[in-house]
C-alpha cells in the first residue's frame, strides 16, 4: 500500500472554502463595527451640540424665550452642517423654573435620526417680574 503525500483536491477545496468563509465573517464584523463607530460618533456630538444649545437658551433667559412663543429651530452652521434643532419653552408650576426641551436632528431624508433632551432652567426673573418690569416703563 502507497503512503499518502500532500493534501487531495477535495481537502484544498474545503480548505479554500473554509478559509474564504473566514474572510467574509471578518469583512463583515468590520463593517458592522465601522457603522457602530460612526453611529456612536454622531450621538456623540448630538450631545455635545445639546449641551452647547442649551447652555445658549439658559443665558438667553429662559422666560424671555418663553414670551417669543412657538418653538425655535435652527441649525449650528459650519461646525456641525448636518445637524440641526427645535426647542420649546414650557412653563413648570414653580416660579422662575422653566422646562426646556431640546430635539436634534440629523441624517439622510427617510432615514434621519434624532435625539431629544430636557432639562429645567432657572429663570433670572419670575414672569410676573417681566410684567411689571414692561408696566413700569410705560
Sequence with gaps: MRRQQGFTLIEMIVATMLLVL???AALACYSTGLRATRAAEDYTMARLLAQQKLSELEAADPARLLQAGAAQQGVFGPQAPDFRWQ??????DIPRLYRAQLTLFWGEPGRERRAEFETFLLSARSQNDEKSAGNSRE
Excluded: N
Design 87 to 92: 426647542a420649546r419653552i414650557l412653563k413648570t
Design 22 to 24: 473566514g474572510a467574509v
